[in-house]
């Protein structure tokens, strides 16, 4: 059974930071890309970042030079380092493993910027 952990959410002011985790089991993680996705209320869920199997890592235009994915193939995990977060970046995040035609997806966690 595929089950992923995401944990780290919350509420931050703008300019602050975030890390967020995610945990996966009944996967074989180190061959899956790991990626993160946002979906903000009435808007589509749009990538973030992921990182392949290799550790090649692919960004948003939006989040190029604030956010950073990073994984550990040891303890199934992935991670998304989130600097200087900007009220657009309001959204429940999730996370995703995908190999091929296979994908698995988190529950979300919510990640909300205000003052």
């Known amino acids: 059974q595929v089950q992923f952990v995401e944990s780290g959410g919350g509420l931050v002011q703008p300019g602050g930071s975030l890390r967020l985790s995610c945990a996966a089991s009944?996967?074989?993680?180190?061959?899956?890309?790991m990626g993160w996705f946002r979906q903000a209320p009435g808007k589509q869920r749009e990538l973030v970042a992921d990182?392949?199997?290799?550790?090649?890592?692919n960004y948003a235009d939006s989040v190029k030079g604030r956010f950073t994915v990073s994984r550990d193939n040891a303890k199934n995990t992935v991670y998304l380092q989130m600097n200087n977060l900007k009220p657009e970046d309001t959204a429940v995040y999730y996370c995703?493993?995908?190999?091929?035609?296979?994908?698995?997806w988190g529950q979300g966690t919510q990640v909300t910027v205000s003052s």
């Open positions: 995703s493993a995908r190999r091929r035609n296979l994908e698995y």
């Open positions: 009944g996967i074989r993680f180190s061959v899956y890309v």
């Open positions: 990182i392949t199997s290799g550790g090649s890592a």
